[in-house]
């Protein structure tokens, strides 16, 4: 079992930044690979960012390329995205996600096991 939590979402202005926490407990944290997931009012759940088990394979939404940065610090059991530059469209609530062992690295919410009840993220123009 995997458990997670969310943290450091908050209010900001456009062209600022935050940066979220995912704490995982659960003795096979550093062999999943995680993902971050957000949700904004009357839209479906969309892929942000996955980072694999090594840290070595990253994927990234086209829409956050060059702004977002997935790590991870398994040794801490947590994972983190840092979020620059933010925008108006980038207000959600943002989930961190934990796959199962052996499974690659994917940009579907159906790979991912386990679910953090998200943070809320709020960018005002």
């Known amino acids: 079992q995997v458990q997670l939590v969310e943290s450091g979402g908050g209010l900001v202005q456009a062209g600022g930044s935050l940066r979220l926490s995912c704490a995982a407990s659960?003795?096979?944290?550093?062999?999943?690979?995680m993902g971050w997931f957000r949700q904004a009012p009357g839209k479906e759940r969309e892929f942000v960012a996955a980072?694999?088990?090594?840290?070595?394979?990253?994927r990234y939404a086209d829409s956050v390329k060059g702004r977002f940065t997935i790590s991870r610090a398994n040794a801490k059991n947590t994972v983190y995205l840092q979020m620059n530059n933010l925008n108006p469209e980038d207000t959600a609530v943002y989930y961190c996600?934990?796959?199962?062992?052996?499974?690659?690295?994917?940009?579907?919410?159906?790979?991912?096991?386990?679910w953090g009840q998200g943070t809320q993220v709020t960018v005002s123009s």
């Open positions: 996600a934990a796959a199962l062992p052996r499974t690659p690295v994917s940009d579907s919410a159906y790979v991912y096991e386990y």
């Open positions: 980072i694999s088990w090594t840290g070595e394979t990253i």
């Open positions: 659960g003795r096979t944290f550093s062999s999943n690979n």
